[in-house]
């Protein structure tokens, strides 16, 4: 809510500075009767009124004050009004918000409909990630077999190096790594997400603690009625410094 204060805030002070010049402006070019100088003014004052001052920022102004909501409260601040629902769907507004809370790696990327639809549909592929290493620190089978595609071309890769392929062979290697010890609470960072229309891949790094070395991580998805399902995952130990001294230039 402090990003939506802020915002708004920026906004009234924007909108106070350009009605204040441009009312200074439009008083002294008025060379008229006093009768046709007040007629105007009652028809300016309610234009003014009829109309939303963010219209009167220029784009530049917007976009900046915009760049200050998260995703939440632009979703708010589109539900005020007709005004302020078409300043918060700006395309430019969702690409920097994309770019702040995901990556700029992107930037020559021209979504088919647009940021904010690329950005809700980055956010939901990003949730159904989280979701499964909640499986993992749960150890549930039943969900995990449900989180997969079944398809013979699913792939998975454990930190061991063994690649798995088939789903069959996939879920009897989950049950077999459930089966030892507790659950793992990994700690993800650096995510970056990549989409297409029905495919989506994730690389990431996961911690067990921060004070170890992070395994890389990707995980491919692909969507199926209305849902997206693992068909891929890779999970491999980053090396030390040391270890990769100690390798050719091919691993």
Request: aromatic fraction near 14%.
């Amino acid at each position: 809510m402090d990003n939506l204060y802020i915002a708004v805030f920026i906004t009234a002070f924007s909108c106070f500075f350009v009605f204040f010049f441009t009312s200074k402006s439009r008083k002294s070019n008025y060379e008229m009767p006093v009768v046709v100088m007040e007629r105007n003014n009652n028809n300016n004052n309610n234009q003014t009124a009829g109309g939303s001052m963010m219209e009167q920022l220029v784009p530049e102004i917007t976009t900046h004050t915009l760049s200050y909501l998260d995703y939440p409260s632009l979703c708010r601040l589109s539900m005020t009004n007709s005004s302020m629902r078409k300043a918060a769907n700006d395309d430019t507004a969702w690409k920097a918000l994309y770019r702040k809370d995901f990556t700029v790696e992107q930037d020559n990327v021209i979504p088919p409909n647009g940021w904010k639809a690329y950005y809700a549909a980055t956010r939901a592929i990003v949730n159904v990630n989280a979701e499964f290493y909640d499986i993992i620190r749960d150890r549930s089978l039943p969900a995990m077999r449900r989180f997969w595609l079944q398809a013979d071309y699913v792939k998975c890769i454990h930190s061991t190096g063994e690649l798995l392929t088939g789903y069959d062979a996939v879920m009897q290697s989950w049950q077999l790594a459930f089966s030892w010890g507790q659950g793992v609470a990994f700690q993800v960072q650096n995510l970056r997400a990549r989409l297409l229309t029905d495919m989506a891949w994730l690389t990431m790094k996961t911690y067990v603690d921060m004070e170890t070395e992070p395994f890389h991580v990707t995980n491919v998805y692909e969507f199926h009625n209305g849902q997206w399902f693992l068909v891929h995952h890779h999970n491999s130990l980053m090396l030390t410094d040391a270890e990769l001294q100690n390798q050719n230039g091919f691993g």
